[in-house]
């Protein structure tokens, strides 16, 4: 199964100061075995991104998605994005 990767939109990124806009970071399942974004009490898709520092949620109206990229190739910390 192919992975899918997260950044923040730039109009939120003041929202998520630890996070950069440049960065495309790994989308993680929220629980084992469910799917990799959850709907909360509130109706909103929920997306759970690996940082260095650990789990985040935000919710996934604020990130833009992609097929996660093979890393062999590129040189770490990478942010390449999609022309």
């Not at 992975?3 to 629980?31: C, M, N, T």
């Not at 940082?51 to 604020?62: D, L, N, Q, S, Y």
């Amino acid at each position: 199964m192919a992975g899918v990767q997260a950044r923040v939109r730039s109009e939120h990124q003041r929202k998520y100061p630890d996070l950069s806009a440049s960065r495309w970071y790994e989308v993680a399942p929220i629980f084992p075995g469910v799917t990799q974004r959850m709907v909360n009490m509130a109706g909103e898709r929920l997306a759970r991104l690996a940082t260095p520092r650990g789990f985040v949620i935000i919710p996934a109206e604020h990130l833009e998605f992609r097929p996660s990229v093979p890393q062999e190739g590129r040189p770490p910390g990478d942010s390449e994005a999609i022309a």
